[in-house]
C-alpha cells in the first residue's frame, strides 16, 4: 500500500530552469492538492483538484501550473525556476466520497532548491 | 486567509498532559474541525477530527464547545516523540469545490522536554 507518492525527494534547479514535480496516489482518491512549506510559514496550498480534468487555484498559485489528466496522478509544473520558489513541496490526497471527511493523506515530499 | 489561530509554541515535560487551544471564530456550520501532526522532514499526519462536544481515539481527544468557536487538542502523557508542529485546520468552502478545501497555518510548535 504506497498511498502518495512523490518525486523526485530533492532538487536542485537554476534559475529560469523548468521542472515537473511527480505526485501518485493508489487510493483511488479524487481530491488532490499541493502545498509548499518554507520555514515559520507553516504549510500553504498551491493548487488543488476534486477530480480528473478538473483543477483550481490555491493561496499561492502564482508560478506554477497543474493538470489532472487521471485519478492517480496530480503532477506540478514549474515553467521558470526562481530562488522564491525554493521551498519543501508537499501533495496530498483525500477521499470525496464523504464530503465531510477531510482527513488528507501526505507524501513524503519534495525539498527543492533554486540557485 | 488565516482561519485559525493558535499558540505558536508550547512547551512541556514527559508524562504532562498537553492542551493546545484552537480558535475559529468564523466557521461555517458544515465545518469540521481536524488536527494533524507533522515531524521534521516529514509530511503533515491526520490525528482527530471532531465537529462537537468531544472525540477520542487512541492518540488524542479533541474537545469543541457548543459554540464551536474554538477546539481544544489533548494530548495525554506526552513522551519525546511527541515532538511536533501540530495544526488545527477547518474546511475552507471559499475556494470553491464541493469539498471545498483546507488551509493549514503556521501551526503550533509542541517541545517536550526529559
Known amino acids: 500500500n504506497a498511498g502518495v507518492t512523490q518525486t523526485p525527494k530533492f532538487q536542485v534547479l537554476k534559475t529560469g530552469q523548468s521542472m515537473t514535480l511527480q505526485c501518485a496516489q493508489d487510493m483511488n482518491h479524487e481530491y488532490m492538492s499541493w502545498y509548499r512549506q518554507d520555514p515559520g510559514m507553516g504549510l500553504r496550498l498551491i493548487h488543488y483538484?476534486?477530480?480528473?480534468?478538473?483543477?483550481d487555484q490555491g493561496e499561492v498559485p502564482n508560478g506554477y501550473n497543474v493538470s489532472r489528466s487521471t485519478t492517480e496522478d496530480f503532477p506540478l509544473r514549474l515553467l521558470s525556476a526562481a530562488p522564491s520558489q525554493t521551498s519543501v513541496y508537499f501533495c496530498a490526497s483525500r477521499s470525496s466520497g464523504d464530503a465531510t471527511n477531510e482527513k488528507l493523506f501526505f507524501g513524503s515530499g519534495t525539498q527543492l532548491s533554486v540557485l | 486567509l488565516a482561519k485559525t489561530t493558535q499558540p505558536i509554541s508550547m512547551d512541556s515535560y514527559e508524562g504532562q498532559e498537553v492542551n493546545i487551544t484552537c480558535s475559529h471564530n468564523n466557521i461555517a456550520t458544515n465545518d469540521y474541525i481536524t488536527w494533524y501532526q507533522q515531524f521534521p522532514s516529514q509530511g503533515p499526519r491526520f490525528i482527530i477530527q471532531g465537529y462537537k462536544t468531544k472525540v477520542t481515539n487512541e492518540v488524542a481527544s479533541l474537545f469543541i464547545p457548543a459554540d464551536r468557536k474554538s477546539s481544544t487538542l489533548s494530548l495525554p502523557r506526552v513522551s519525546l516523540s511527541d515532538t511536533a508542529v501540530y495544526y488545527c485546520l477547518v474546511g475552507d468552502k471559499e475556494y470553491g469545490g464541493s469539498q471545498g478545501n483546507l488551509i493549514f497555518g503556521k501551526g503550533t510548535k509542541l517541545s517536550v522536554k526529559p
Open positions: 483538484s476534486v477530480g480528473a480534468g478538473i483543477t
